[in-house]
C-alpha cells in the first residue's frame, strides 16, 4: 500500500514513511493510494471477533510494509488490560432498540483519543527503525484538551522520541490541565499557550513547513513529527472500531449481516469521522454518517451551503475538545470525494490560508450529501439532553457526546429515518464533571465546590465509579509550568530543545 499527498505535491511513499513524516513537508495529508475493501462475505466472517482481532484484520490492510508479528506487537502493547478498564476495549451500550452509544474513552485517559494514541507511538518507533534515522524524533502536538495528555501517555518514555505538548491556556478542564500538566517521563514537555486551539495547531504546522528551521533541527540531531490526527498513524486505528461496533451489532442480532446502520460523530478536528468514512468506503454498511458540531459550527455551515468561512467569533464552549475553526482532516475527505483531485484541494485550502474561506463546486456538494449529514447543538441544548438522557435512560454522558446525541435525535425527529444508530460518546463524563453534574444536579451542585469533590459527587449520582485516570490527580506533583505567546511557540520549542 502506497501513500500520496491530497495536494499531489510529493512521491509516494510506504506507510512506516508516512507515519514517520506526519505531514507532507511541503503541506498537505498523507492518505492511501487506494481504499482496499472488506467483503460483505469477508465481513460477516469476522462476526464475533474481538477487537484486538478485528484490529488485525483492518490494519494489515493499511500497513502492508510492517510484518504480521509487528503488527501484532503493536496491537498487544495498545489494547490490553493495563491500559484499558473494559475486556472489550470499546463497549456497545444500549439507550433503545434503534440507538446505541460507543464508548469509546475507556483508555488512560478518559477520552476517545487513547484508542489511536495507545498504538501510534509503536506505530511510529518500528516506522523510525524501519525508515532508518540516527536523529532523535520530536512529537509536536498541539491540543485542545485530550490529544495532549493522550499523546503524553502514549508516547512517555519511549526511547529515541520527546514529545512536546502545547495547550490553550485558559481553554481547558481543570481535569484536562492537571492531568498534562502532572505528566511523568524523562521526555515529557508541556506547554500552555496564551491563544486558543487554532493558534496552537497553525504553530505547529508552521513550524513542520520551515524549512530552515528543520534544517537546523537535523543538524542538531532532531527530527520532527506528529501525533495528531494530521498523522495517517492516529487516523488508521480509529477505522478499527467502525467495524467492531458493527460486528457487535451484528452479534446481538441487533442488525443482520449487511444491513446499512448510522454513525452519529462529536466532531471537531474532522478524524474520527473521517476514520468513519473509511470504513465506509472499504464496504462497511453505512447509511449515513451525521457530523455533530457545537456552537463553533464551522462544519455546519460548510455542510449546509459549501462555504467553508472561518471568519467567525470563536466560542469557548463547555465541549472544549470541538472548539475548533480549522478542521484539518476535511482536506482528507474533500480529497476522497473529490476522486483524488489534489489540485482543487490545494486550491481550497490555499484560499483558506489566504482568505479564511473557500467554496466547494455544487457537485463535490451534492456528492457530499450522499452520505454526510450535520447538525450542531448549542449549549443550552448539550446540557438540556444530558439531564434528559440521565432522566430517561439512567446513563451519564459528557459534553461532547450530548453534543452528538442532541444532533442524533433532531436528526431523527426531523428524517423519521429510523435505522439503527450508533453515536460515539468520545469522552467520559468524568472529565468534564462540572459541566455534567450541573446538567443533572442544577448549579447549586458545584457552586463552592473543587473538581475533585464533583469527581466525588458525580461518582454517586451516575453510579460509576470515578474513571481510573481520574482519580488521585489533586495529589500528584505539577511538573510541567510553561506558559507562551502564540508567537513564542517556535521559541518556547527551541528552548526545549536547547538550541537557542
Ligand atoms: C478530540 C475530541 C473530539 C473531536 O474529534 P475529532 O477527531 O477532532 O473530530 C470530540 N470529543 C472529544 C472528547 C475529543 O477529545
Redesign the pocket.
Known sequence: MKYVSTRGNFHHIESAEAIKLGMVPSGGLFVPAEIPVISRDELKAMTGMGYREIARKVLELFLTDYSPGEINDCIDRAYNGTNFDHPDMAPLHKLSDSSYVLEL?HGPTA???DMALQILPHFLSKAIKKVGTVNETVILVAT????GKAALEGFKNIPGIKIIVFYPHNGVSKVQELQMTTTDGDNTYVVAVRGNFDDCQNAVKKIFGDDSFNELLSNRGYELSSAN?INWGRLLP?IVYYFWAYLELVGKRAVTPGDKINFV???????????GYYAYRMGLPVNKLVCASNENRVLTDFFDTGLYDRNREFIGTN?P??D?LI?S?LERFLFEITGHDGGKISEWLGQLASHGKFEVNPETLRRIGGILVAGFADEAKTLETIRQVHQKYGYTV?T??AVGLRVYFDYAAKTGDNTVTVVDS??SPF?FNKAVLEAIEGSSAVVGKDEFEILQDLSRVSGNEIHPGLRGLDTKPVRHSMIADKAGIKKAVEEILGLA
Open positions: 474513552w477520552a476517545f483519543k485542545s484538551g485530550d490529544t490526527s480509529q460523530v462529536p466532531t471537531g478536528n474532522f478524524g474520527n469521522i473521517l476514520a465541549s475538545s470541538m475548533i478542521s482532516n459528557d461532547h457526546t468520545t469522552a472529565k
